[in-house]
């Protein structure tokens, strides 16, 4: 039964992919056109304001800023400033390797179920737990639909779930605090999130308590995973500066850089936010848009609520007794709070956090099994 049933789950998420694949495979045959997309780029909203007619994509932009930025060597504060420039490179490496924007989006798929699968087991849910954590993620709607466009989330999500998992193996091998920082300096040179900054204080605080733990007051040198950690943390800045270079040949000034900077920053201050928006989105599929409109979010399903209550309620179930899974569910809460006070409550905002609620709600669903399985037994065997 052990083996039949990561069979037959992982067969139904190679059946999901390949059918969609399918379907849609002009996304991912099409050559990119860089006329096309210029044109477009320069008939748009972010050139020509409001006489724009049909506007451009986030998809469209993206991927004209990755080739703009690869092909061209442009300028990355001159298009899509908004953003950081690590996932359009990488947009654009995908047109340079496969001609096609979309291509890379299926490594960065595989990956992420790969990394899902390795949290569920670090946190101990078993084999089949483990691969029912991939199949949520596998066949989730809203991650199928980012394999055809290309988007900054779904790399960003690959980073930010990868950074989590190297994080919960630095304890045992310190050098993961290298792995783990870097890939979130790649996640913040992705997508611009204030909540980093809370989260790495989080993690220093559980790289300091397993250091108190485990060393005596009078250790010298410095514990090693505290040390470890710090060292490696310089491994986040580097990465963002060095995804910048090209703004640097372009502007050649510290100084112009910390403008450009607090320009987006500035940026970001003026997009709209819905306060608890996000909670009427998991909770119903509806939502309110920047322009206060209600409508409908076309990737929600009816497992996104459960899971996200299971997640919540699973020191409920069960105290936590893997320090492991206690930073899993302190991340999860952090980034829900986040979602809450400082998003607009699209869905696609929970995705860098949707693996970790699937591996702590089913975490939740296999202890209540094991509970009312517990209560049955004794309730047959106990005399009448």
Known sequence: MKRIVPFLLG???????????????TYFTTRFDPQYYGDLYSQSQYVIG???????????LYAFAGYYYLFKGGDVSSVNFEHPPLGK???????????NQNVINLLYFFLLLIITYKIAKLIRLGTIGSWFSILL??????????????QLDLPFTLFFTGAVYFFMKSFKAPRNFLYSNL????????????????????????????????????????PRCLRAFLYSSLAIPVIYMLTHIMFFVYHPSVTEFLRHKRWMLSWFSGTV????NIW???VTGWYIDPTGFLRVSTHWWIVIPFTVVFAIISPLVKRFKNTLIVYVYLQIILYLFYLTFLTNGDLKFMMPIYPLLVVVAIRSLTELYSIIRVHATRGRSSPH
């Not at 067969?11 to 495979?25: D, E, K, P, T, W």
């Not at 993620?137 to 290309?150: A, C, M, N, T, Y």
């Open 89 to 99: 490179y990488l947009i654009g490496l995908s047109i340079f390797l496969f001609g």
């Open 183 to 222: 890939l979130w300096g790649a996640a913040f040179s992705t997508r611009f999130f204030p909540v980093f900054i809370f989260i790495y204080i989080i993690e220093l605080l559980f790289v300091v308590h397993t250091d108190s733990s485990t060393s005596g007051e009078s250790s010298r040198p410095p």
């Open 280 to 282: 009427r989105t998991i």
């Open 137 to 150: 993620v596998g066949i989730d709607p809203l991650f199928l639909d980012h394999l055809i466009r290309s």
């Open 273 to 276: 936010i819905v306060v608890g």
């Open 50 to 60: 409001e006489r724009s007619v049909g506007g451009i994509g986030d998809d469209g």
């Open 11 to 25: 067969f139904l998420i190679a059946i999901r992919v390949l059918s969609l694949i399918v379907v849609y495979r």
